[in-house]
């Protein structure tokens, strides 16, 4: 999917699950909002790149999803808006910066799905 693009409306639907202001999302994937806006008026897909980082905000929700299910009961817990409201948040893990602020970046997305992979466990510091 990364290689033939992730087609921009799914990447809409991610933003909209995230809550997220779609500036705060073009700025993440270093997409200009009008581009970003033509892209899913035309039905077209994103590059690679623009694709991969969507897919990497994606995950996350899948990520939190899992632990939820692996830790107790899910039923009434809404991963999407966890993960909206966690990726907003400043952290001490990240020097005080939000998750969102490292999500521009593959690294810095391997680093917040690690650092939450780290609370689930307990050795979140």
């Given at each position: 999917?990364v290689?033939?693009g992730?087609p921009?409306?799914q990447?809409?639907?991610i933003?909209?699950?995230l809550d997220m202001p779609i500036?705060?999302?073009?700025?993440l994937?270093?997409?200009?909002?009008?581009?970003?806006?033509?892209?899913?008026?035309?039905s077209e897909?994103?590059?690679?790149?623009?694709?991969e980082?969507?897919?990497?905000?994606?995950?996350?929700?899948?990520q939190v999803?899992?632990?939820v299910?692996?830790?107790?009961?899910p039923?009434?817990?809404?991963?999407?808006l966890?993960t909206?409201?966690?990726?907003?948040e400043?952290?001490?893990?990240?020097g005080?910066?939000?998750?969102?602020e490292?999500?521009?970046?593959?690294?810095?997305q391997?680093?917040v799905?690690t650092?939450?992979?780290?609370?689930?466990?307990?050795?979140?510091?």
């Open positions: 999917m290689k033939e992730l921009a409306a990447a809409k639907q933003i909209a699950d500036n705060t999302a073009g700025w994937v270093h997409v200009p909002v009008s581009t970003f806006n033509r892209k899913v008026k035309n897909v994103l590059a690679p790149d623009v694709s980082r969507f897919l990497g905000l994606a995950k996350l929700i899948g999803q899992a632990m299910e692996e830790s107790g009961n039923e009434g817990f809404n991963a999407k966890w909206a409201r966690w990726l907003n400043p952290l001490p893990a990240f005080g910066a939000a998750p969102v490292l999500m521009d970046t593959m690294e810095g391997a680093l799905s650092t939450l992979a780290r609370m689930q466990s307990g050795a979140y510091a």
